[in-house]
């Protein structure tokens, strides 16, 4: 191997250990910490952040990138070396395009943002939290600015989640996406109460779901001797290389949260352990983009989590286990109560139907609040109207409304988008995987995943980080992201499950 790039890849394997130990106590403070922690914890993690920055950023780092971009560009882009190059450079030019003043203004006003949010929700009033908020929206768009674009401003802060996506592209989609579905959660909200749900809130034990939790979770093809599942107050998963994935659940008094939540990170940690071992603390030993991740956790969560094959095998066993509380119910009725829809008011509550249009709802606004377009004084009333446009409600509060997600606080624009196109290209790469593996709706029914699992092993997992998702996108299903076989499965389903 070249000289130089074995030196360039042990610097970066220097800033990916130093980031991968400040995750592993994140994942600490979230699971196990004593909350008498939390402000030594800071500084820590601190110190770990402004190492792992200077030794990314570090001149040798640049001069290192300079030296081996013509090289690598005679080299096949599809190759390890070449990938590791294109992506360390992508990095490093995000590293040190925004100034170390501007990075820590904003890591400061992040701070007191979120502090300001917390109060401002206590009290239910904006007006606390407004002047922070407009401090972070300022110094996002000088971050957009030293970051820089090409179409848009909004581009910048897209790129650092999806990576070579354009705002015009996010903006199509979600068009097309908004016109199939608005009316279809119109007409599914006026035959709300024909399903019911109710038998799945209280009376499940939490340790017969912890247990119910693991068993899916190795059946799916999650690997217990290269991961663990703890509990945490919000469940998320963090991968230390594919030999030490961890997820995290909790329980509610509603079956499907832990559930379902369960499945959730199991697509992620799905996704981590297909990563090859061999690409862990180089450039491209993460996910291709926030995107393609969440496609691989709601296809375990939904696509398979929430389908009548997928109970046909599993629900006598959920029912043995709860017979008391599920004895009496049948499949059907278990499966139209685990997708029922009811437009709601908070997003993380959200079903599988309505949940999009709480995003598109965000994305219009964080859009127009860096380009300008809006005012963050009104920012809560042009909330309502735009839940009222879409969801048909709007809420009494602002805690249940402009407040509800952290994000903004913490000065996090450009995410949102992700999640709905995660939920686009899971179903875009199921019907692939079905399509070239037609075995898989059987192999599902009885409670067999290897197939489904094989493909996304081979077409997503294996490339870890080289492509970005939209080129990984096209490499397995010959196009880009496309809204209408989400669409399609949305209405089939939901069409049938509320006799429309
Ligand atoms: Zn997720």
Known sequence: MNEK??????????????????????????????????????????????LAHERLTSPEMGQLLDELEPWAASLDPDSFEASVVRVARREYDRATRIPAELEAEFSRAASAGFAAWA??????????????????????????????????RYDALLNLFEPGSRTSQVQALFQQLKEGLVPLVHAVAERVDRVKNDFLFGGYDERKQWD???????????DFQRGRQDRSEHP?????????????TRFQPYLGSALFGTLHEGGHGLYEQGIPPEFAGTPVG????????????????????????????????????????????????FYAAINRVEPSLIRVEADELTYNLHIFLRFDLELK????????????????????????????????????DVHWSQGAFG????????????????????????????????GEFAGLLGWMRERIHRHG???TGTELIVRATGREADAAPYLRYLREKYEEIYGL
């Not at 790039?5 to 130093?18: K, T």
């Not at 002047?131 to 768009?141: H, S």
């Not at 969560?301 to 109970?311: I, M, Q, Y």
């Not at 969801?391 to 402009?402: I, M």
């Open 465 to 467: 980080g080289k492509f």
């Open 212 to 222: 119910f939790g693991v068993r899916l979770l190795k059946a799916i093809g999650f």
């Open 286 to 333: 993460s996910a291709a983009s926030f995107g393609v991740h969440e496609s691989q956790s709601r296809l375990w969560e939904n696509l398979v989590g929430r389908s009548r094959a997928f109970w046909r095998h599993f629900y006598p066993e959920l029912q043995a286990l709860f017979p008391e509380r599920l004895g009496e119910v049948d499949l059907d009725t």
């Open 236 to 248: 998320f998963t963090v991968g230390f290389g594919s030999g030490d994935v961890r997820l995290t």
């Open 119 to 152: 109060e401002a929700r206590q009290a239910g009033d904006f007006r606390i939290f407004a002047p922070k908020l407009e401090r972070l929206v300022q110094l996002t768009i000088e971050r957009a600015e030293a970051l820089g674009y090409e179409e848009r």
């Open 5 to 50: 790039l074995q030196r360039m890849l042990e610097l970066y394997r220097e800033v990916s250990h130093l980031a991968m130990a400040a995750g592993l106590l994140d994942w600490d403070q979230q699971c196990y910490m004593p909350p008498g922690g939390a402000a030594l914890r800071a500084e820590q993690l601190a110190t770990l952040a402004k």
């Open 369 to 404: 609040l860096i380009e300008g377009d809006l005012k963050v004084a009104d920012l809560p009333e042009a909330w309502r109207a735009g839940m009222r446009e879409l969801l048909g409600r709007a809420p009494e509060n602002d805690r249940d409304g402009v407040m509800q």
């Open 415 to 446: 995410y949102f988008p992700s999640y709905t196109l995660g939920n686009v290209l899971s179903v875009q790469l199921f019907e692939k995987a079905k399509e070239e593996r037609p075995d898989i709706p059987q192999e599902i029914e009885r």
